[in-house]
């Protein structure tokens, strides 16, 4: 999740220049990112 959530800042804070290959690049990551996602959404629910 670390690092979903270093390239979440590039993109929002434009930390650095967006290369779109890496933003394809990071998209095989999705299916991981939901089931963190819905991990965390079971914990707040709890």
């Known amino acids: 999740m670390a690092g979903s959530v270093g390239f979440r800042n590039v993109l929002v804070h434009g930390y650095a220049d967006v290369d779109d290959r890496l933003v394809v ?17 079971a914990l707040l629910d709890g």
């Open 25 to 41: 690049d990071n998209l095989a990551h999705l299916p991981a990112l939901r089931g963190d996602v819905r991990a965390m959404t």
